[in-house]
């Protein structure tokens, strides 16, 4: 198996512009958790989902985040609009029955 | 509500001396206890856990992590230390009850030759 794969590696972007960033899960895993990592707050957990629906959205940080998983193999995190604020590595992660977390090797964003 | 500590945020350590990473948590029920490594530019990988059974538990590149239930820690530890072991390390904890993991903010574990 490849493992979690998140795309773009990169994001560079402007302030404003929507952003989409996307996860494929390890396949036979029902568990998908959105994370950032920043320096000053560390890992925070965005948004999982079980079985496709989203559980738990509070660590969203405002309206402008957004996560849908249309089939157990993609997701999709989009920022509308961008803010430098946000700028961070994202991260996707898959687990079986919500143990062990396989981390993909996430998107460095950069919101100028 | 679940939750963990992780008092120290760097740990230093000379190579061939042992290190212990330290973690505390805390829930309501029954704990799931993880640890993952962090190298620079990469995600987290798993490094081992605890579910139930033997406090002692033995994970990837010889790391293991003591269970201790009354202190409700889960330190980290390895006997010899290897420079190439310098990396962020996290502790999680899941109650058996919930579906999501919550990490610690991290401990910056540096090995010197």
């Known amino acids: 198996d490849a493992g979690v794969i998140q795309s773009p590696r990169h994001e560079v972007t402007e302030m404003g512009q929507e952003v989409t960033l996307r996860c494929k899960p390890i396949?036979?895993?029902?568990?998908l958790f959105w994370y950032r990592q920043t320096m000053m707050r560390g890992l925070e957990l965005l948004i999982y989902?079980?079985?496709?629906?989203?559980?738990?959205d509070s660590g969203m940080p405002e309206d402008r985040f957004s996560a849908k998983m249309p089939n157990a193999s993609f997701s999709t995190l989009k920022i509308q609009p961008s803010e430098p604020r946000d700028s961070a590595v994202y991260f996707c992660?898959?687990?079986?029955?919500?143990?062990?977390?396989?981390f993909g090797s996430g998107t460095q964003l950069s919101v100028l | 509500a679940q939750s963990v500590a992780q008092p120290e945020d760097q740990v230093n350590v000379a190579e061939g001396n042992p290190l212990t990473v330290k973690c505390t948590y805390s829930?309501?029920?029954?704990?799931?206890l993880f640890w993952y490594v962090q190298y620079p530019n990469r995600g987290l990988q798993f490094l081992l856990k605890?579910?139930?059974?033997?406090?002692l538990v033995k994970g990837s590149y010889g790391f293991e992590a003591e269970f201790n239930k009354s202190q409700t820690s889960f330190h980290l530890k390895k006997p010899s230390a290897l420079v190439s072991d310098s990396a962020l390390y996290f502790c999680?904890?899941?109650?058996?009850?919930?579906?999501?993991?919550?990490f610690g903010d991290g401990t910056t574990l540096t090995v010197k030759p």
């Open positions: 992660a898959s687990s079986f029955r919500g143990e062990k977390l396989f």
């Open positions: 396949s036979g895993h029902d568990y």
């Open positions: 989902f079980n079985n496709n629906v989203p559980i738990d």
């Open positions: 829930v309501s029920g029954n704990p799931y």
């Open positions: 605890y579910i139930t059974g033997d406090n």
């Open positions: 999680a904890v899941r109650d058996t009850n919930a579906g999501k993991s919550t």
